[in-house]
């Protein structure tokens, strides 16, 4: 029961103190509207790519995070990043 409830704790401290993907894009300097859709996904499948964006250096769930972001606002979007929001 002990294990249970530390791991719970953990999990809730790491979901509610994350990084959003709009605050890992802007600490990483990267517009979301930039770019296409299908090319923030080709960032994504590319170690060489990522290294040059600084992806490389995020965790999994922080890469997951930033992906959804970049690519829901990506240029060819329904709701792409607009300037100051």
């Known amino acids: 029961m002990k294990k249970i409830i530390v791991l719970l704790t953990i999990l809730f401290v790491t ?6 993907g709009k605050e ?9 509207s930039s770019k296409a859709g299908k ?11 990522m290294k040059k964006y600084g992806i490389n250096k ?5 890469k ?8 829901s606002h990506a240029a060819d979007s329904d709701a792409p990043e607009a300037a100051g929001i």
Not at 15 to 20: C, E, K, L, N, R
Not at 39 to 49: A, G, L, N, P, V
């Open 58 to 62: 995020l965790s999994d769930a922080d």
């Open 15 to 20: 979901v509610s103190f994350g990084a959003t």
């Open 64 to 71: 997951d995070a930033l992906k959804q972001y970049l690519i």
């Open 39 to 49: 090319q923030w996904s080709r960032i994504f499948k590319k170690t060489r790519k």
């Open 24 to 32: 890992l894009a802007s600490k990483l300097a990267l517009s979301a």
